[in-house]
């Protein structure tokens, strides 16, 4: 552990998820594999968006654009250094370097929920009140929306990199994870930090129970109302809200998990990191894409534009 004259610590030794070097190697591939398909399948989402007149003149497609490109970089937060950790015999990583993930696993990750609980909003619009959908959800409120929520979640970020760069770091310097985050960080300080983890919990904790449960009942409302008035057309709708609320799922679920327990850790956190981290930002791409038509036809549009461009070139 290094120390200064002052003995603070200068950088954390990350204890990763397994010290054995085949398996490491094995999770080294595995992982790079999902990263790969975590960056391209949300650029294909971002580029197919971007590219489609129709889709981006759509409030859903709007933000789902921008939910692709919040996964992109929260994955590029934790996913390349671990990738490189899995190749170091030593995970090291620098107090500063540790301040920065947090801060932008946080600014990302609290930014997203916001996004999350705008298109559990922006659906509940145009199912509940559809004659008014595009009224309602203009371009300047969609834009407004995204605004609110980045900044949501830059004042989240700022407040948890605030609990931890106060305190007093001059003894033990091994998180037991392989990233830096404010529940393992937050237990290395030398002095009793009780209420850092209040805060911790009340800050982040509630923010991801609040959020979910806000989410569970907008849903609830909309599938309500698709059941009242169900018919042939609504199938489409319902097929949307399966897929949110499955990506809601699988970022809520683990978020409250590992922020709502203060005091306490086990082993099963390291599994909903990963799955945070790196599982959900891989699956979102294919809920949206392989569950939704107007995607798929979008694609395939984008793929024929360009086969026939290359094919023109060429010639």
């Known amino acids: 552990?290094?120390?200064?004259?002052?003995?603070?610590?200068?950088?954390?030794?990350?204890?990763?998820?397994?010290?054995?070097?085949?398996?490491?190697?094995?999770?080294?591939?595995?992982?790079?594999?999902?990263?790969?398909?975590?960056?391209?399948?949300?650029?294909?989402?971002?580029?197919?968006v971007r590219?489609?007149?129709?889709?981006?003149?759509?409030?859903?497609?709007?933000?789902?654009?921008?939910?692709?490109?919040?996964?992109?970089?929260?994955?590029?937060?934790?996913?390349?250094?671990?990738?490189?950790?899995?190749?170091?015999?030593?995970?090291?990583?620098?107090?500063?370097?540790?301040?920065?993930?947090?801060?932008?696993?946080?600014?990302?990750?609290?930014?997203?929920?916001?996004?999350l609980t705008v298109m559990a909003y922006d659906r509940y619009v145009a199912i509940c009140n559809p004659l008014h959908y595009l009224t309602v959800m203009n371009r300047q409120l969609c834009f407004q929306l995204v605004f609110a929520c980045w900044?949501?979640?830059?004042?989240?970020?700022?407040?948890?990199?605030?609990?931890?760069?106060?305190?007093?770091?001059?003894?033990?310097?091994?998180?037991?994870?392989f990233y830096c985050d404010v529940p393992q960080v937050i237990k290395l300080p030398c002095m009793d930090t009780y209420v850092v983890e209040v805060l911790?919990?009340?800050?982040?904790?509630?923010?991801?129970?609040?959020?979910?449960?806000?989410?569970?009942?907008?849903?609830?409302?909309?599938?309500?109302?698709l059941r009242t008035h169900f018919c042939q057309g609504q199938s489409k709708a319902l097929s949307t809200c399966a897929s949110h609320l499955t990506v809601v799922s699988l970022i809520f679920v683990p978020c409250v998990f590992i922020y709502l327990r203060p005091f306490c850790s086990f082993s099963v956190d390291k599994v909903f990191s990963v799955f945070y981290t790196v599982i959900t930002p891989m699956l979102n791409p294919l809920i949206y894409t392989l569950r939704n038509a107007e995607m798929k036809t979008a694609m395939r549009k984008l793929r024929k534009k360009h086969v026939a461009s290359f094919c023109h070139i060429k010639g």
Not at 88 to 111: D, M
Not at 151 to 166: D, E, N, P
């Open 151 to 177: 900044c949501g979640g830059f004042i989240h970020s700022i407040t948890q990199v605030a609990l931890v760069i106060q305190l007093p770091f001059c003894g033990p310097n091994e998180l037991d994870n």
């Open 51 to 115: 590219a489609d007149a129709r889709l981006l003149q759509s409030p859903m497609y709007y933000f789902l654009g921008h939910l692709s490109f919040i996964d992109l970089c929260l994955s590029c937060v934790t996913v390349p250094k671990m990738l490189g950790d899995f190749l170091q015999q030593r995970k090291i990583i620098s107090f500063s370097g540790c301040l920065a993930q947090i801060y932008f696993l946080h600014f990302l990750g609290a930014s997203e929920m916001f996004l």
């Open 1 to 48: 552990m290094k120390k200064r004259n002052d003995s603070k610590v200068t950088e954390f030794v990350l204890l990763g998820l397994s010290s054995s070097w085949e398996l490491q190697l094995f999770l080294f591939l595995i992982f790079l594999l999902f990263y790969v398909t975590v960056v391209l399948g949300n650029l294909l989402i971002m580029v197919t």
């Open 200 to 225: 911790m919990v009340s800050n982040s904790g509630l923010l991801s129970l609040v959020c979910f449960l806000v989410l569970l009942f907008s849903y609830a409302i909309i599938l309500i109302t």
